[in-house]
């Protein structure tokens, strides 16, 4: 599928691609990914329903929101989604078959989760990111959007249900493995994060092939 871009260029997401591929009988929902970056922990992916009419005011890209807002706004999301799935790819995931995939099998374990819980899968995607040929295999007929966490509320939707969803995940695992800051840092390569891994070594959670935990661990020179 080629990459969309909204005819109207606004910088706040808006229902404009929802309602150029839907109608009142055809389910379009709107999927992202976080956690392609970090150097620990999951990739985790949100598919999501959103009902018709006014968009919740304040919802845009996570990462354009604190904290404390995206939590606020994940539960307003939740509490009106017609249905929502949450998809994961783990950290071992990531290193057997790259990032990209990994965070397309995510996609699809949240489509999978959706589906089930609406009785029936959705008739259409607007996935955020750019074309991916193997995303129809696993997701079905879908549009991918550049940018589309800025500009499709439903997809901006899901990015915050994600994204809280592996804030929380990784603040979990940072009381399995203290001293690395992940419930700050949530596995991004912070200076703390870094510091932690020259001191108190690599651990399950974190992917053996990224350039940073790949040279703690002999396997790439040190930069």
Known sequence: ????????????????????????????IGIDEVGLAPLAGPVVACAILMPAGDPIPGVRDSKMLTPARRVVLAQQIRDVALAIGIGAASAREVELINPRAASHRAMARAVAQL????????????????SARELRDLIGPHATVVRGDQSVYAIACASIVAKVLRDKLMAELALRYPGYGWESNVGYPAPAHLAALDALGVTPHH?????????????????
């Open 115 to 130: 589906s089930r819980r609406r009785g029936a899968a959705p008739d259409f995607a607007l996935v955020d990111g750019s």
């Open 207 to 223: 992917r053996r092939t990224y350039a940073p935990v790949a040279a703690r661990l002999g396997l790439l020179p040190r930069g």
């Open 1 to 28: 599928m080629s990459d969309l871009r909204p005819k109207s260029g606004r910088t706040l997401p808006t229902r404009e691609l929802e309602l150029r591929h839907g109608h009142p009988e055809r389910a379009v």
